[in-house]
């Protein structure tokens, strides 16, 4: 099995400064990897995914995603936070034959005015 | 375009109750799956569907159970229901790109 850890429970940002959001992997061999994002009493959104075909993601709404295989990393970033983006984000990776997915336990994002 | 469609979208049950979940997708995908969300968790898998006719167990499968009515439909049953079971659930379909699709939940509570 594979799993993902993120390493922060609550981020707080002011609204356009820059968002990180950190999460590690542990897989075998090459995952397949993804963020979510789901805004309060809504459903999963995808956000961008990462297939081993270019490091450095890009996706909707001004997020990206570096895939680095030597730290396991595979941490979410936007340049500017927006009121917007205050949701919860969900870092998680693919596996086994049915490509089940695994979830890690979330980061909740703040934007403060 | 519908994608994921789920109901109900509300429903509270007594202890020892059933009910079942329905989920469709319009999007021709062979897979599909059954989660639940916890507060402070992420999802975890109950079921999954790789193909119309064929059901595995997750992570997460005692107290469910499943059926893939047909390529669109993907049922999931609480024989009977208990306080544990008070959670979100989530069907989801994947597309050959490997990646899923949610439906908006069905937010469940066990009296």
């Known amino acids: 099995a594979q799993s993902v850890t993120q390493l922060d429970s609550h981020v707080s940002v002011s609204e356009g400064t820059p968002v990180l959001l950190r999460c590690n992997y542990s897989?075998?061999?090459?995952?397949?990897l993804f963020w979510y994002v789901q805004h309060p009493n809504k459903g999963l959104q995808l956000l961008l995914k990462y297939t081993s075909a270019a490091t450095l993601v890009k996706g909707i709404n001004g997020f990206e995603a570096e895939f680095k295989k030597s730290e396991t990393s595979f941490h979410l970033t936007k340049p500017s936070a927006h009121m917007s983006d205050a949701a919860e984000y969900f870092c998680v990776v693919s596996w086994g034959s049915a490509r089940q997915l695994t979830f890690g336990s979330g980061t909740q994002l703040t934007v403060l005015p | 375009n519908a994608g994921v469609t789920q109901t109900p979208k509300f429903q509270v049950l007594k202890t020892g109750q059933s009910m079942t979940l329905q989920c469709a997708q319009d999007m021709n995908h062979n897979s599909m799956y059954w989660y639940r969300q916890d507060p402070g968790m992420g999802l975890r898998l109950i079921y999954y569907?790789?193909?119309?006719?064929?059901?595995d167990k997750g992570e997460v499968p005692n107290g469910y159970n499943v059926s893939r009515l047909n390529k669109r439909e993907f049922s999931l049953r609480l024989e009977s229901a208990a306080p544990s079971q008070t959670s979100v659930y989530f069907c989801a379909s994947r597309s050959d790109a490997d990646t899923q699709y949610f439906g908006p939940g069905t937010r469940l509570t066990v009296l």
């Open positions: 569907s790789a193909s119309e006719g064929t059901t």
């Open positions: 897989s075998s061999y090459s995952p397949s």
